[in-house]
T-cell receptor, first 118, second 116 residues
Framework: GAVVSQHPSWVICKSGTSVKIECRSL??????MFWYRQFPKQSLMLMAT?????????EQGVEKDKFLINHASLTLSTLTVTSAHPEDSSFYICSARRLGALIYNEQFFGPGTRLTVL | AQKVTQAQTEISVVEKEDVTLDCVYETRDTTYYLFWYKQPPSGELVFLIRRNSFDEQNEISGRYSWNFQKSTSSFNFTITASQVVDSAVYFCALSERVYNFNKFYFGSGTKLNVKP
């Protein structure tokens, strides 16, 4: 149990286009989902936290107008990179916190989406 | 300041050697959690262990063992008799409570190369 999927697993797009990445909790409901970004050979950095039905909370330095997050249901959160540029090329990972989890820190990570902007 | 420090950027060992990956953390919370994750070249994070701040008992799981010492704010990870399949980037992470959810802070990772 507690599987998180991401789609697509990789995407290549042209500069200036928008890309949507989906994060789904397959066998549980997620109250909170988190989006991380990992540049090559670097660590994971939290971008934003999204709660179902409310606006996402962005970390300092992350442009909310560029990285649109929608957590429309308890099993789906989407990250849209708008007007992507080559510097947005990165590995994007989502994680989900299970509804009703007794251990508040429990997060389940998705397999990641590799975005390459040409 | 870094909340989680993994001073070793890259380690190379020969198969069957033991290797220890260091992790030092910083927090003011009395309740927190520490994690180790493995990230193979595919990129997917593989959960290895979670330890809460009240449980300082060391843990062993097969060839893996963890040494948690609150006095030195360290949570080190040892692989005994390393194998080529252990080659990956290993991340240490700290989880603190922020409002009603937890926030993860990842270290910079240690790349382990195990050579045959």
């Amino acid at each position: 149990g507690a599987v998180v999927s991401q789609h697509p697993s990789w995407v290549i797009c042209k500069s200036g286009t928008s890309v949507k990445i989906e994060c789904r909790s397959l066998d549980f409901q997620a109250t909170t989902m988190f989006w991380y970004r990992q540049f090559p050979k670097q660590s994971l950095m939290l971008m934003a936290t999204s709660n179902e039905g409310s606006k996402a909370t962005y970390e300092q330095g992350v442009e909310k107008d560029k990285f649109l997050i929608n957590h429309a249901s308890l099993t789906l959160s989407t990250l849209t990179v708008t007007s992507a540029h080559p510097e947005d090329s990165s590995f994007y990972i989502c994680s989900a916190r299970r509804l009703g989890a007794l251990i508040y820190n429990e997060q389940f990570f998705g397999p990641g989406t590799r975005l390459t902007v040409l | 300041a870094q909340k989680v420090t993994q001073a070793q950027t890259e380690i190379s060992v020969v198969e069957k050697e033991d290797v220890t990956l260091d992790c030092v953390y910083e927090t003011r919370d009395t309740t927190y959690y520490l994690f180790w994750y493995k990230q193979p070249p595919s990129g997917e994070l593989v959960f290895l262990i979670r330890r809460n701040s009240f449980d300082e008992q060391n843990e062993i799981s097969g060839r893996y063992s963890w040494n948690f010492q609150k006095s030195t704010s360290s949570f080190n990870f040892t692989i005994t008799a390393s194998q080529v399949v252990d080659s990956a980037v290993y991340f240490c992470a700290l989880s603190e409570r922020v409002y009603n959810f937890n926030k993860f802070y990842f270290g910079s990772g240690t790349k382990l190369n195990v050579k045959p």
